[in-house]
């Protein structure tokens, strides 16, 4: 089976551009969450989706940031306009239903902003 | 709160030694607990997992124990090889109400294994 899949793997662009991930969960996972991994912060939760409405957003840095769920299978986080400072490691991970279960992780995308 | 503590790394070993990794947690509820691995390079895999008070979980060596009077799920492997050298993270799901479906992480222990 597939497994999460990040979309691109490495993305270079200056600042002040805008810049949108990607990701398709898990067939069947209706849980959706978005990480920001960076070395001084660790691994970040920024917003989670069940079902595709946004549960949690509040860890979302600042409204230059935003993410949608159009469907089960794919969701999007962009950062307009885009600051050196959003250089990070950003995951997606999908779960099935309920806490107990595991998430399971893509790739990642590797963001440099010049 | 729901939060997750593990012991800060680096964590350097020679080959076959043990290798224990703490993490303690806070809950609301009876949580289930997890440890991820991270390769370079990679997402997070995860690696074992326990859902109750005095389960084991084990995979590929390794075991941790789910000790409710502790709040402890500890990583240990009694035999390291070159191959484990990675990140590991202890998380925690409360499972319920709000925070249901969330996974907490602790900060990660970067593990080196030297031959």
Redesign the interface.
Known sequence: DAG?IQSPRHEVTEMGQEVTLRCKPISGHD?L?WYRQTMMR??E?LI?F?NNVP??DSGMPEDRFSAKMPNASFSTLKIQPSEPRDSAVY?C?S?S????????????TRLSIL | GNSVTQMEGPVTLSEEAFLTINCTYTATGYP?L?W?VQYP??????LL?A?KADDKGSNKGFEATYRKETTSFHLEKGSVQVSDSAVY?CAL????G??????Y?G??TQLTVWP
């Open positions: 999460v849980y969450f660790g691994l939760l989670y069940n549960i949690d995951f991970a779960s239903t309920g806490g107990r279960q595991p998430q399971h992780f893509g790739d990642g | 289930s997890f991820y390079g990679e997402g997070l895999q995860l997992k859902t993270f799901s409360a499972g319920g709000s925070t249901l479906g969330r996974l992480f900060r990660g």
